[in-house]
């Protein structure tokens, strides 16, 4: 009885909720088509059948530990944004809490970003310092199982409370890898990761750079604090008389909106568009414009970026942006496709919603969502040049035999991203003015 006067209550006070934004609606306007609007998307049938519902499942369900109001909303919130797009969730406190954690300077896991593409689960990117990285994961990998439970039906927030644990717990999955269609089991285990961003910033040897001084930095996500760390190491380049730049965007999964646009400004005058965006007014409040100041610096000097598979969101942001601007050079293979933008809303009551709010486009409104970012260079790695490159950037960690087998080893994409800041270079001392004689200057 106590429950049936609750529903009754709880649909009332949802149902006036509902009712109160349209009442002025029908005030104004054709009484009759505001009438007809009204019953269309009040709300109210589809709240009393929800509470209606919920009261049968709690009153009938064979197990009672399951049918809880918190257990039951809680999963109604989840197919609820589920139902939206595959970025939009509801995260339950553990989710919730794994977020927060993810975003300081440590986090549990083994170093795997996820999404839904194609109603697929797959790997967007993979950390090369991860245990997922020496197991042998790679990016666009579709994980079929995880712990021997089939991903099938498996929503993206489940799978993020799957994969994540504590330190030391084994994780088993079973992926299929795209370029090959084969079935692969690979076993890791969790542990702690540094959440730094900015990697391996020096200048490149001249056995491939030449007479030139190339610099090269690697950005594994957007962060905080991505864009000053990024400002330092280029100062320190500079320093050194770095003429041109290689931005190693590969396998960067994205992060946070603002950084992305910061990182975009290193390099383009104060306020130059850098993305165009579409979503509901009251929550679009991205800055669109670079705002780095820079002071005395001048980072004009050409710049390659390479992408893969594994790039998204962010790394497409920056990556289309220079690219629509004619301010990089593009080398690699098309990025993830991920053009949207997910606001986390707490709850107040240790949970959060993700939500799409926005749709981002490049500067010349490419759509980014589902088609990605194109190269100008299009240079493509097999499988086995992927898993050597990730070895590469770990080549201090390995084995004598890991290290024998990299011996020889080429990073085509960068060494394609190096010849195009050579020519770009060479076009530039050609178009130095030509030193004057002697005879010429005593004249």
């Known amino acids: 009885m106590k429950n049936s006067t609750f529903l009754k209550s709880l649909s009332l006070s949802l149902i ?10 029908v005030a104004q306007g054709d009484e009759e088509d505001n009438a007809q609007s009204f019953e269309e ?17 709690r009153q009938n369900y064979v197990d009672e530990e399951k049918v809880t109001y918190e257990e039951l909303i809680g999963n109604a919130l989840e197919g609820m944004l589920a139902g939206l797009d595959p970025h939009s969730q509801f995260m339950h406190k553990p989710v919730f809490e794994q977020l927060r954690k993810s975003t300081g300077s440590t986090y549990e896991g083994v170093g795997i970003t996820i999404a839904v593409k194609k ?28 712990n021997e439970l089939s991903t099938q039906k498996v929503g993206l927030a489940e799978a993020v409370e799957l994969l994540k644990g504590k330190p030391g717990q084994k994780l088993n999955l079973t992926l299929r890898r795209p370029a090959n269609k084969d079935l ?13 961003t900015v990697r391996d910033a020096h200048l490149l040897p001249k056995s491939i750079t030449g007479p030139y001084k190339i610099g090269y930095v690697r950005l594994l996500q957007f962060s ?3 864009a000053t760390q990024l400002a330092e190491r280029l100062d320190e380049l500079e320093e050194k008389g770095m003429e041109a730049l290689v931005l190693d965007l590969r396998n960067n999964p994205g992060g946070l909106l603002g950084s992305a646009v910061d990182v975009c400004g290193e390099f383009l005058p104060s306020e130059t568009l850098v993305l165009t ?10 800055i669109p414009y670079s705002t780095r100041d820079h002071g005395d610096s001048k980072r004009s000097y050409p710049l390659a970026i390479l992408i893969n598979q594994g790039s998204a969101s962010g790394a497409e942001i920056v990556s289309g942006a220079l690219q629509d601007l004619r301010r990089a050079v593009i080398v690699g293979t098309t990025t993830f496709g991920k053009g949207s933008v997910q606001s986390i809303m707490p709850t107040g009551s240790g949970t959060a919603i993700r939500l799409t709010t926005a749709k981002y486009y490049t500067p010349s409104k490419r ?44 990073d085509r994409q960068l060494s394609r991203g190096v010849d195009a800041l050579k020519g770009a270079l060479v076009y530039r001392d050609l178009e130095k003015p030509a030193p004057q004689s002697k005879s010429a200057q005593a004249e």
Not at 120 to 142: F, S, W, Y
Request: contains cysteine; proline residues 4%; charged residues 30%.
């Open 41 to 57: 998307d009040s709300g109210y049938r589809e709240i009393e059948l929800f509470t209606r519902i919920l009261e049968l499942v």
């Open 16 to 25: 006036l909720a509902a009712l109160s934004p349209c009442t002025a609606a």
């Open 224 to 226: 905080a604090s991505t």
């Open 367 to 410: 759509t980014i969502h589902e088609h990605g970012i194109t190269p100008n260079i299009i240079v493509s790695l097999t499988p086995q040049e992927e898993r050597q490159l990730h070895k590469w950037r770990r080549r201090t960690e390995l084995d004598a035999q890991d290290r024998e087998e990299l011996k020889g080893f080429r």
């Open 184 to 196: 692969i089991e690979v076993e890791m285990v969790r542990e702690v990761l540094q959440n730094d």
């Open 277 to 286: 965006t579409e979503g509901r007014p009251e929550v679009a409040d991205i």
């Open 119 to 146: 109603e697929i689960l797959t790997v967007v990117a993979v950390r090369e310092d991860g245990p997922a990285a020496r197991a042998g994961v790679l990016a666009g990998d579709q994980i079929i199982r995880i």
